[in-house]
């Protein structure tokens, strides 16, 4: 068997792994169920695709993200690795010939959306596929306790009573205690191997900034740090106004975000990426799956909705281990925007139920049967026919595509997508017998070479339509005939959001939505937003240490680095104030073993800085100790 190192460098040009990747790998090749817990930048799709390279077969993995799994295949498929990806944009047609492709031996890597994995198709083809490992990805989404829940991905147990030898590895980037919990219970994992690097990032230094213009500080960071940068905004708008006040002032800066085409999206990244441009201005769609070392900062202008999604954001910076700013801001009128926006996020039920009704009028949804096409649509024009709030509107799409009523795919694509099936013999004989067919064909593996017929190829209709001299739409029927003859799969071009009915329509329950698991999610997510909040209003707590105690790290040691303990190392103590504030703090740890956080806030002796210098001196001197679970208490030395 080809070592693991030498299918690393063969593929992927590196010559050594990242920390526990070699590690994760051996368990997985092992044949043991794994869980692996690593950072953003951590590299998680090494621990899988080596390992899926080493062994004779198929690795399935199950994606939620249609953008992340188009980007992976692609990247597969550029080294030399076939590889495909099904999801509910796709028609019948193409996922019948791309299962047939996995079951035939066609493909390494075969990527499903959640939701895919219990159709009749599927389910009817897995058993006679050479499925050698299951891959989770983006595991957090099993868990109700997580930011990111998916009702399908609690099917995926289903899938290892089919291929009960087949190993599992799950992987996610950001798990507190009770997902990690979760994953494990709902993928009913036996005796996995568990691996977790720390959530502190030794060469992040975040900052919280109390700001009334943000604009304006941005503008100042960005003239004054060096490097290549993000910054996040939460609307497409914002993210345009932001980079126009950038280029105003010489700063070489560009906007990203999901209304822009899938062409336009893929200029600005590698602009970006090649340093043709300092600064990407996005919203948070930018991001998954680039691996730039060099970003020199990260701003947040608007605040994420949890600490997950903030700290997966944050560590985009600094992957190369050099020093790297994470800096957010703590202004009101964003942290009541960003409660407002929370607040409406779960509909009430007699407007989710309204609006169930108002989409199946307007997309003419009977109770007999659905298509299986997925239909184009404008969201401004279905607000505006619904005589809906969109944003109002927007979330109970999103509940009913969570809940499998529908699929709602919003990505915006100007690729198509081609992939001969027929081997090229056969493709001569079908030139023979259908000349009028055979320019395209010569003209598409003139262009394309014989790659594609061992991976799935992306391109600009248009341009093929020119270089042809054919009306694109022509064009786009000749593909589609070649399709029908099976010798091709050919995925148009999309750049407006799509919505697949996955069930006739019918009088929506409660119990269908499991409303008491609603209601819970709502909750969670409201907690979740109050421990961000609390990231940004908080000064007494090392950045980073809040950070890995909400992940469930029990490490006491500051940064040293952030706002906090800068401001703290600059507190000045006098006797006075250093014997109030240790009287205090020894009082409320005699009464019960206390958190780090706990202490700080409890107690009100002094300022935080001073009460967190008094403490850091009072463990240090080994007066105050940390027991097996994380808690402080008194020793009794």
């Known amino acids: 068997m080809t070592s693991a190192h030498e299918i690393l460098n063969r593929y992927w040009g590196y010559e050594s792994f990242r920390p526990l990747q070699e590690e994760i790998i051996q368990e997985v090749l092992a044949g043991k169920d794994t869980l692996a817990l690593l950072p953003t930048g951590g ?28 980007d992976q295949v692609e990247n597969l498929n550029k080294r030399g690795i076939a590889a495909t990806y099904i999801n509910s944009s796709l028609g019948y047609n ?70 009960p030898k087949v190993p599992t590895i799950a992987l996610t980037a950001s798990a507190p205690p009770e997902v990690k919990k979760d994953i494990l219970e709902k993928l009913e994992m036996k005796k996995p191997s568990i691996f977790a690097q720390s959530f502190k990032r030794e060469n992040l230094r975040y900052f919280v900034f109390e700001e009334e213009n943000v604009a304006k500080r941005i503008l100042s960071i960005a003239q004054r740090t060096q490097g290549t940068g993000i910054i996040y905004a939460r609307t497409r708008k914002l993210t345009e106004a932001l980079a126009l006040m950038l280029q105003k002032e010489g700063i070489a800066a560009m906007a990203y975000h999901g209304g822009m085409k899938n062409s336009e999206r893929n200029e600005v990244q590698t602009a970006w990426l090649e340093d043709r441009v300092r600064i990407m201005v996005a919203t948070n769609a930018f991001g998954m799956g680039i691996d730039k070392p060099d970003v020199r900062f990260v701003v947040h202008y608007n605040l ?194 799509m919505i697949r009915f996955l069930s006739p329509r019918h009088n929506l329950s409660k119990q269908e939505l499991n409303w008491d698991k609603y209601t819970f999610l709502q909750k969670q997510n409201a907690r979740r937003l109050d ?31 952030c706002d906090v303990c800068i401001g703290r190392n600059k507190t000045k103590v006098n006797d006075n104030e250093y014997q109030s504030i240790q009287a205090a703090i020894l009082d409320r740890l005699k009464t019960r073993d206390t958190s780090y956080r706990e202490v700080l806030l409890e107690v009100k002796e002094g300022s935080p800085a001073q009460r967190e210098k008094v403490l850091r001196y009072l463990m240090d001197k080994g007066l105050i100790q940390v027991n097996s679970e994380g808690f402080l208490f008194v020793s009794s030395k």
């Open 43 to 70: 590299g998680k799709s090494i621990c899988f695709q080596v390992p899926g390279m080493m062994q004779e077969g198929l690795t399935i993995v199950i994606s939620p993200l249609i953008a992340l799994m188009k």
């Open 94 to 163: 193409q996922i019948d010939q791309k299962l047939q492709g996995a079951m035939d031996g066609t493909y390494k890597f075969l990527y499903l959306a959640p939701e895919r994995i219990q159709s009749d198709m599927f389910r009817a083809r897995l058993p006679q596929m050479p499925v050698k490992l299951l891959v989770v990805d983006e595991a957090h989404c099993i868990s109700q306790w997580g930011y990111d829940f998916r009702p399908a991905y609690l099917k995926i147990a289903s899938i290892r009573e089919v291929l």
């Open 304 to 497: 994420p909705f949890d600490l997950e999604s903030y700290y997966q954001e944050a560590g985009r910076g600094g992957r190369d281990g050099k020093t790297a700013l994470a800096i957010v801001f703590n202004n009101a009128p964003d942290l009541g925007e960003i409660q407002r926006w929370s607040d409406n996020k779960y509909p009430a039920w007699k407007e989710l139920k309204s609006h169930y009704a108002l989409i199946c009028n307007y997309f003419r949804i009977s109770r007999e049967g659905v298509s299986d096409q997925a239909q184009e649509f404008d969201m401004r024009e279905l607000s505006k026919h619904t005589e809906q709030p969109a944003l109002s509107l927007y979330n109970s799409l999103k509940v009913l595509h969570n809940e499998g009523i529908l699929h709602l795919n919003e990505d915006s694509d100007d690729f198509s997508y081609i992939h001969f099936l027929a081997q090229p013999e056969d493709v001569i004989i079908y030139k023979r017998q259908h000349p009028s067919l055979a320019p395209v064909i010569e003209f598409m593996l003139r262009m394309l070479g014989g790659e594609t017929y061992s991976r799935e190829v992306r391109f600009l209709l248009d341009n093929w339509g020119r270089q042809l001299d054919l009306p694109p739409l022509d064009l786009h029927h000749l593909l589609m005939r070649l399709m029908q003859h099976r010798i091709l799969i050919y995925t148009p071009a999309t750049d407006k959001p």
């Open 531 to 561: 421990e961000m909040k609390a990231y940004v209003q908080q000064t007494e707590l090392c950045r980073s240490l809040f950070i890995q105690q909400y992940f469930g790290e029990k490490d006491h040691q500051p940064c040293g680095k």
